[in-house]
C-alpha cells in the first residue's frame, strides 16, 4: 500500500533532478520532487555554474572551430580512456542543445564572453552573469513553480520498493527528516507509476564511503561540497542490484585556498583568471612545475608531490577581470602585495628564484608561448605578471565524484548481473558515473546534468502518461 501516487518520482533538486522533472511535467506527467535538505539545489546551488558546450553560438561569433567530438575527444583524453563512449558522446552532441534550454527556455543570463578550461582544446566555457550555478537553480525552481511541480523539503529517500516483478514501483521516504539524523522523520511510501529518477548527488562528504573506495581520502581532507552530498541513496539503488562504476575516481580540485573553508569565494577567482592568466608555483622553490591550465587530474597530483607549497601569482591588470575581486580580498583569501619583494618576504619564498620565474613566463607571454609546461596562453589579451601582485594560498579538497550508477545513454540504470536496464529506475547527474572516467574537466558536470537530467524524465515519463489532475500549462 502507498500514501501518495506520481506518475514520476525524483530524487534530488540539483541541476540534475529539476531538469528531469521539468521534461516529465512537460510530457504531461504527475511529478513529485523529493528532497532531503531543508533548501534544494545541493551542489548545483554552490557551484560555478560553468557550462562546457561544443558548437556554441559565441564560438561561432569568435570563430572558434569546436566539434562534439573535440569536445568528447578532450573528455576522453582526460577521463585515462576509461570514459563510456555512448555517454561523451550523448554529453557531447547535446551540449548546445541543453545550453540553449538553459538560456532560452529557462532564462539563464550567461556571460558574452568564453572561458577556456584546464584541459580542453579551446574557449568553449559560458559563465552565469554571478559566475554562480545559483542563477541556474533559480531558473529551474521557478520553472518548477510555474509547472506546478512539488518539491518536498526534508523528505529524504530511504529504499526503492519493488514489484513482485522487480520493477522500481516507488519509494519509502523519510518525511519531515531532519538531516543528518537517520532516525528523524515519519516513513511514507510513495508509488511511481513510470519511473523513479535518482538524482541525488555524489558522495564526497560521505567520509566513511569515500573511504572504502580512496582510503587516502580521510575526514581530515576537506571538501567544496554541501553536507548533504552522502551516498545513501546511491547505495539503494545498489542494494537492488544497480552496478557502480569508477566509484574510486574522486576529484580534487587543484584550486581551492588554504585560508577558506570549502570552495570559499577564491575559488572562481582563480578559476577564471588567477590559472589563465597567472602562473602556480611551489613557494618552496619559487618555480612552477605545472601547466596552469592541465586538466585537473594531473595538477592536483603535482599540487600534492611530496613537500610542494602551491601558490598562485597573477597581476593585478588580469586579477581586475574577476567582478568579485573586493570579496575575495576583503576575506583575505586572496592577498595583494604592491611589490614582489614584499611578497617573496611575506610568503618565504627565494626573491631571486621568484623574479627569475616571473621574468620566464612574461617573456613567454610576450612569445605567446610557453616553453617550459606548453600552457595555452589564450587567442586574445594575454597578460604579463606585473606589480602590483595578486596572490593565493592553494591546498586541493576533494571536489567531485567521477563515478556513481552505471547507466546507458537513456538513463535508464543497469543491473548488475545481465547489464540490463533495472525496469522503472533512471538516473542521471553526479549520482552516475562513466562520462568522466579518471578525471572530470571543468564546465562538463552542467552540460552532463542538464542533458541526463532532461533524458531522464523524458524516458520516465515514456509515452502515455497518467493523467494530471493538474493540466500542464
Ligand atoms: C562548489 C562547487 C562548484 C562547482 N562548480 C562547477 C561548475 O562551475 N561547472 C560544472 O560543470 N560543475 C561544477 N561543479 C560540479 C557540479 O556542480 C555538480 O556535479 C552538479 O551540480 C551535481 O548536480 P546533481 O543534480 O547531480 O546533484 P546536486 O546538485 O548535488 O543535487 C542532489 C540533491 O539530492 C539531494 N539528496 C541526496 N540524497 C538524498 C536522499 N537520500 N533523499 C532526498 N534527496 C537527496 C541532495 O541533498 C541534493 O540537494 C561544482 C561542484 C561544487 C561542489
Known sequence: MFDETFDVVVVGSGFA???????????????????????????????GGLIAVAQSPLQDTEAIVDSPALLAADMLKAGHGLNHPELIRTVAEQSREAFLWSR??????????????????????????????????????????????????????????????????????????????????????????????????????????????????????????????????????LKIGATPVHLSWIQMGPWTSRDEKGWGVSTMFSVLVGLPHGIMIDASTGKRFVNELADRLSRAEEMVAAGRDPMLIVGEEAALLYPNLGQCLKRKAVLRYGSLEALASDQAIDLAALSATLQQYN????????????????????????????????????????????????????????????PGLYAAGEVTGG???????????????????????????GKKCFQPAQKVP
Do not use: W
Request: glycine share 12%; hydrophobic share 40%.
Open 17 to 47: 533532478g529539476l531538469s528531469a522533472a521539468i521534461e516529465a511535467r512537460l510530457a504531461g506527467c504527475s511529478v513529485l520532487v523529493l528532497e532531503k535538505m531543508t533548501l534544494p539545489g545541493g551542489n548545483s546551488a554552490l557551484s
Open 104 to 237: 532560452d527556455y529557462l532564462g539563464v543570463v550567461y556571460n558574452d564572453s568564453l572561458y577556456h578550461g584546464g584541459g580542453h582544446s579551446v574557449p568553449r566555457i559560458y559563465t552565469p552573469v554571478n559566475c554562480s550555478g545559483a542563477a541556474i537553480v533559480q531558473a529551474l525552481l521557478v520553472k518548477c513553480l510555474e509547472l506546478a511541480i512539488p518539491i518536498r523539503l526534508q523528505s529524504a529517500l530511504k529504499r526503492l520498493i519493488l514489484d513482485d516483478r522487480g520493477r522500481v514501483a516507488g519509494v519509502s521516504i523519510s518525511s519531515g527528516y531532519i538531516f543528518p539524523q537517520e532516525a528523524s522523520g515519519t516513513i511514507r511510501r510513495i508509488q511511481a507509476l513510470r519511473g523513479v529518477v535518482l538524482a541525488s548527488g555524489g558522495f564526497a562528504q560521505d567520509v566513511g564511503f569515500r573511504r572504502v573506495h580512496h582510503p587516502g581520502l580521510d575526514a581530515d581532507l576537506e571538501t567544496t561540497n554541501h553536507p548533504g552530498a552522502t551516498a545513501e541513496a546511491m547505495v539503494s539503488a
Open 363 to 422: 617573456q613567454s607571454i610576450g612569445d605567446g608561448k610557453d616553453q617550459e609546461f606548453s600552457k595555452p596562453l589564450g587567442l586574445h589579451k594575454r597578460y604579463q605578471i606585473l606589480a602590483p601582485y595578486i596572490l593565493v594560498r592553494l591546498r586541493p579538497k576533494i571536489h567531485y565524484c567521477n563515478g556513481g550508477l552505471q547507466i546507458n545513454a537513456s538513463a535508464q540504470v543497469l543491473d548488475i548481473e545481465h547489464h540490463q536496464p533495472i
Open 435 to 461: 562520462v568522466h572516467g579518471a578525471c572530470r574537466l571543468g564546465g562538463t558536470a552542467t552540460s552532463e546534468c542538464l542533458v541526463f537530467g532532461r533524458i531522464a524524465g523524458m524516458k520516465a515519463a
